[in-house]
């Protein structure tokens, strides 16, 4: 336990590259390659680090203040996935996530279920979470281990059921991206989009940044959207003119930046996702298989980044008229792209529907993870993760996953209205999704033998 411990105090920027480099000598890549891989990769992740801290400690003090300008008063504090994640290693199923985690790959695997090869061991702390909060409801270690391998195993079928968006929509040949929020809070915009395709005149409605560009010139260019959208929420919160200006310019920084980091990564990561697919497709009969790494990667898209901005001051007047939320966004607002990352890849960038689909997304997140506020606190309590003076806290990165609620749900019925509610919710847009999955299958496998067809 004190190995793993260690390794993942390393945090992503190197446990990542580490993982890299020994994937990438054991697929036989030369030693200077696997060692060039793993930096440029780590630099990546310390670049989207240093952004993230960016937002983190600028756009999310300005969202608290504009909620308390605006009289948003709440039970629970989110302290987002940089307090959640803590509470998740410290707990007795944080020990033995890892190893159940990776398990559940192997067999999937083995017994073909999965075609994801996940190599992002730093965010299996998703799953601890669910473990450890399935554990705090049920009272049982054992349940709590289930919690972990059941999310393991949906989320890894998630990332192959979106593989299609993440190859078509973001671009990433090879690439699964099973976790986290940007992964099991798709399937709720499937839905969405099929309305959206059949509802006459709104079919027709296309809003993205290129076309805002286009038609506006230097003032629709990326960076300058950043900055009008940071300059909005600095005067939002109250702030006076030479820090609204500081905020709008950080945000710029933002738009422009985040997607170099993204191609940092992309450039040490495609040669060795590269080789790894050519001997497990050869080694499986020419299956394709993907790997699996963190959402950050779709954060290289300057539609996330601009439906990020968007909804930070979207989020908070949900939390004002969602009803039954107790719950104050704050920690996760800084990246809240995570939550409608691959929503904007199934509408294709568009963000008018991104801000539709994304609405109803960030508000039954908001009402799960009111919900779920007391085995939150539980869990922080454990971890002994209670700041002074705090006596409830929540977060909408896992503590308003519908997976975690359904598990814990299950086991306590203390909520059967909201189980009913939810659960029945979500299991009809996994549904859709897997629909959504088959359509888009076959409809690339169409293009490749039309493409095979003019090519003969």
Known sequence: MGVIQYILDLGPSVMLPIVIFILALCLKEKPGKALRSGIMIGIGFIGISLIVGLMLDNLGPAAKDMAERFGVHMAAVDVGWPGSSPMAWASQIGGVAILIAIGVNVLMLVLGLTRVVNVDIWNIWHMAFTGAMVQVASGSFIWGMVGVAVHAAFIYKLGDWLAPVTKKYFELEGIAVPHGTAAYLAPFAIPFEWAFNRIPGVKKININAEKIESRLGVIGEPMIVGAVLGLAIGFLAGYDAKVALQLGMQMAAVMVLMPK??????????????????????????????????????????????????????????????PGNQVLPFGDLATIGFFV????????????RTLISGSFIMGITLWISSQTIGWHTQMAEQANALSKGVTQVASLDQGGSPITYILAQLLTLKNVTGLLVIGGLYVFCVICTFIYYKQQTRKALTVVNSEEKVSS
């Open 341 to 352: 990352a691959m929503a904007t890849g199934i509408h294709g960038g568009n963000l008018f």
């Open 261 to 322: 980091m993204v191609k940092c990564i992309m450039e040490g990561l495609l040669p060795v996702a590269g080789a790894a697919r050519k001997i497990l497709e050869k080694k499986f009969k020419g299956k394709e298989f993907y790997i699996g790494l963190d959402p950050a990667l779709l954060l290289g898209d300057t539609q996330v980044v601009a439906a990020s901005l968007i909804f930070v001051p979207l989020t908070i007047v949900l939390a004002m008229i969602v």
